[in-house]
């Protein structure tokens, strides 16, 4: 069972807390059918476009129309017919025989820039904590009588969350992208420009597992949210924030006392606000990107967006985002979030291009992730008078006798390096109490994360392994820090 697993593998990630219950939680999320107004590019057919741009070259009397396609007069007249009721040209007064002139709304749709609005419908949700919009994910909804049949904990939504159409108009950029995911194929010329009506809305939940941790000096709680093996880290604080000030977050009669665990380093816990920045500035980055896509599309259009002064007011619009997304996206090159498979690419680049050291922290070491490719890195590592450091080991639980934290046969590969004359760089040494996952290449960059390196390869699907990569030399100093727990060290690395 998902919940079970995550009991066992995150229990001690929370530093100075206990895992005290788990749980399988609903969260509510607002179903919504929405009447837009929304613009396209307009298509032009094939004859009167081509009559337009004929008659924008100077062509412009019916008769030379025809002689130049070659068609018939009548073809012509009904392709000028819809011209002049399109207002994409105009008869010249006062000629004969008669002419025809390009409007300035003719120019326009030349350019491909004359939007012809509509009325469309289409479906979203809204997170009934965050209020963040997205589009309808049927696999994750799930109705209320059938989530309680199963015992699922139903959590009532923050107040003011209900959608409202103040406040969908007011996150119009997350709905364009909810507009441009729906199942139904339309043009990619369109542009969601207002939402007209909430035609229905109704109250649905996904659900997610929780693991509630606490204090082991105090009775503070502390909640942790996964969807499947996924982190749902934006719910965390939301759902301890609603516990700490007395809403029914925990189903009653499941908290349980769990068995003492030895402290697990403060490392995490201490950059724990620069993780929480780094996501908030990634999820500004995106609603940032997402505005700005909206506002270009819809960047020269006049019909039912104000004329010339909505135009200029989103051009000003633009240029400001423009320079937020240049700023957001300086910050991420420094630090950032990282996911599963970056994770090995980060560890083989740290081994092939370190000058001095590579610091390794890993819970457990096994064959699986410690293969020949990272063992012919590390002796590549050593030729080059790197040095390479290792902590692992993990504190036994009560009754429990010591695990076997690093598989026999690396171990018999790192007892060969050590043979070899670059061997006494190699420090393998068993910490005893390491729930830290850190890699640390020189003093140029460190990840912090939740992959264990030497343990995990990074290429099983379920699993959501997250990190912090960092160059900025205060935090790498700071991971740097983990030296002091090795006994080993010479002091010139410790």
Not at 37 to 66: C, S
Not at 329 to 342: P, V
Not at 410 to 417: G, P, T
Request: charged share 30%; with cysteine; glycine share 6%.
């Amino acid at each position: 069972m998902i919940l079970d697993d995550l009991a066992d593998r995150y229990a001690d990630s929370v530093p100075g807390c206990d895992l005290v219950c788990r749980y399988v939680a609903g969260i509510p999320m607002y179903r919504i059918r929405l009447v837009a107004h929304v613009v396209r590019k307009q298509e032009i057919p094939a004859i009167p476009l081509f009559v337009l741009r004929l008659i924008n070259l100077g062509i412009d009397k019916e008769q030379e129309l025809a002689g130049a396609l070659g068609l018939e007069p009548e073809f012509v007249r009904a392709a000028l017919g819809y011209l002049q009721l399109s207002q994409f040209v105009r008869l010249v007064p006062a000629v004969t025989p008669s002419r025809f002139a390009i409007s300035e709304l003719g120019k326009q749709a030349l350019a491909d820039t004359v939007l012809e609005p509509y009325v469309d419908r289409f479906e979203a949700q809204v997170d009934g904590f965050s209020g963040a919009i997205s589009s309808v994910d049927s696999s994750v909804l799930q109705e209320s009588s059938d989530l309680r049949k199963e015992g699922v904990w139903l959590l009532q939504a923050a107040p003011g969350k209900r959608p409202s159409l103040r406040a969908l108009n007011d996150n119009i950029a997350m709905l364009a992208e909810a507009f441009k995911s729906r199942p139904v194929f339309k043009s990619t010329a369109e542009a969601l420009v207002e939402i007209l009506e909430i035609e229905r809305c109704w109250l649905c939940y996904k659900t997610v597992n929780v693991l509630v941790f606490r204090e082991r000096n105090g009775a503070s709680l502390s909640l942790r949210v996964y969807q499947g093996y996924e982190s749902l880290g934006e719910y965390d604080a939301v759902l301890t924030r609603r516990e700490h000030d007395g809403g029914r977050v925990i189903p009653d009669n499941v908290l349980e006392p769990v068995a003492e665990y030895s402290p697990p380093s403060e490392l995490v816990q201490n950059l724990q606000p620069v993780i929480e920045e780094t996501q908030q500035r990634e999820l500004r980055l995106k609603e940032a990107q997402s505005e700005r896509e909206v506002l270009a599309n819809q960047a020269g259009s006049s019909i039912g967006t104000g004329g010339q002064e909505a135009v200029t007011e989103k051009s000003r619009r633009i240029q400001e985002l423009e320079l937020k997304i240049s700023e957001l996206e300086k910050a991420k090159r420094s630090t950032k979030l990282i996911q599963d498979t970056e994770h090995r690419l980060l560890l083989r680049k740290a081994l092939e291009t370190a000058q001095r050291s590579v610091v390794v922290i890993s819970p457990w070491v096994t064959n699986e992730a410690t293969d020949k490719e990272v063992v012919g890195l590390i002796e590549k590592a050593l030729e080059r008078n790197v040095w390479i450091i290792i902590g692992y080991g993990m504190p036994p639980r009560p009754g429990e006798a010591n695990r076997g934290d690093i598989d026999e046969r690396v171990q018999a590969q790192f007892d060969r390096l050590h043979k070899r004359p670059s061997g006494q760089r190699l420090v393998v040494e068993r910490l005893g109490n390491t729930h830290e996952k850190i890699l640390i290449c020189d003093e140029l960059f460190c990840v912090v994360s939740s992959y264990n390196f030497l343990s995990y390869r990074g290429d099983r699907g379920f699993r959501r392994e997250t990190g912090t990569y960092s160059e900025d030399p205060q935090i790498v100093n700071q991971a740097r820090d983990v030296l002091r727990r090795f006994k080993s060290l010479p002091p010139v690395l410790s």
